[in-house]
């Protein structure tokens, strides 16, 4: 028994050290993600026999922590702007898999990968859109596939940028949810307060 948790524990650590190794250099190889785990090369064969079956790993594992996450932030009792937010910082927690998860499919199983994507993080995803579009929080003019897609957009844009590592993850959730939102112009009725009176 003790020596399945250890497998599992190490397998774990492993596909944390792969993620955290691959959001930055895709083509990293098995010695350096061995080296970011902190286990050895035979180690991480032994776990996972092959490169390909480490990225299967990987992605299959970025898949359902993600996918967790954007359940546990997309309850109905939340209103749209708070979700969005809540998602937000749910993909700065898991920065790294969710990079992985946007990173082009690749090898034969490409398509089955893609379909399991879409099903357990896209669609949830364009289901809270939706639902904005029907409440009224977002212009009818859009669908709900591209508020969505825009909306990661701009989640890999502030990643890119090292605002989580700048500003924090709650502030740029906070900054990139009033940007993705409300716009960076400020909006009329404050710029009219702020216009000096006359005399």
Do not use: C, N
Request: net charge neutral; proline share 4%; hydrophobic share 45%.
């Amino acid at each position: 028994m003790k020596e399945a948790i250890g497998r599992v524990e190490t397998s774990s650590t492993i596909l944390e050290g792969a993620a955290r190794v691959w959001a930055e250099h895709p083509d990293a190889t098995v010695g350096e993600i061995a080296a970011a785990s902190g286990v050895g090369r035979a180690t991480v064969y032994r776990h996972f026999p092959t490169r390909e079956a480490l990225v299967e790993a990987l992605e299959g594992d970025a898949i359902h922590e993600v996918a967790s996450r954007i359940e546990d932030t997309g309850r109905a009792d939340a209103s749209v702007p708070q979700v969005i937010q809540r998602l937000l910082r749910a993909f700065l927690v898991e920065t790294d898999r969710f990079v992985v998860l946007t990173r082009p499919q690749t090898g034969p199983a490409r398509s089955d990968r893609e379909a399991e994507v879409d099903r357990l993080i896209g669609a949830p995803l364009r289901a809270v859109f939706q639902r904005g579009i029907d409440d009224g929080t977002f212009r009818r003019a859009f669908d709900a596939h591209v508020l969505s897609t825009s909306f990661v957009g701009m989640a890999i844009a502030a990643v890119d940028a090292g605002l989580p590592g700048r500003l924090g993850i709650d502030a740029t959730s906070e900054l990139v949810a009033s940007l993705f939102l409300d716009g960076a112009r400020r909006s009329k009725a404050k710029s009219k307060s702020k216009r000096p009176v006359a005399e």
